[in-house]
Structure formats: C-alpha cells, structure tokens
C-alpha cells in the first residue's frame, strides 16, 4: 500500500469519524450528520478542519446535588441507571 493508499484510507476514516462523532455531538455544530459528512465527501480539504474548528470542546465533568460524578458520556448515554435498593428490595432509577 503506497502513500496514496494511506491518503484514501485516512480521508475516509476521517469521514467516518466525524459522521460518528457529529451523530453524538449533533446540537454542538448547528448542522446534521449528513450534511458534515457529505460536506467532508465532496471538499474534505475544507471540511474536515471546518468541522474540527466548529466542534465543541468536550464538557468538564460535574458532581450532581447527590454526589454523582456525571460528564459528556452520562449525560448523552446513560442518563437515568437502575440502582438496587436495599430498603424496598426493589429496582430503582437514578
């Protein structure tokens, strides 16, 4: 594989990078996956360091009233998880 091998594979991972990343980032960049993605497929030299200067930094962790560490991940993915509760020998969401 030669270096314009290399150059393809780079370019589309990176377009598949940012379909990922602007999929879980979306309300970061004020545009839609698809519209970053096909932006990247037609000029990726423009773009791609668009959409890496347009993204947000990700968001500091913070401790909730409770005492649980949430960040960027909890917050997107998991924001409620069931808890046992030794008291009512039930599930509970928290």
Known sequence: MGFVGVLVLFVVGSIIWVGVDCHANRHETGRSPTGWV?????????????????R????EPYTLDDGTEVNAVTTRRHRRQPVWNEETQKMEWR
């Open 56 to 59: 947000r930094k990700p968001i």
């Open 38 to 54: 096909l932006a990247c497929i037609v000029f990726w030299i423009v773009a791609f360091p668009a959409y890496l200067a347009l």
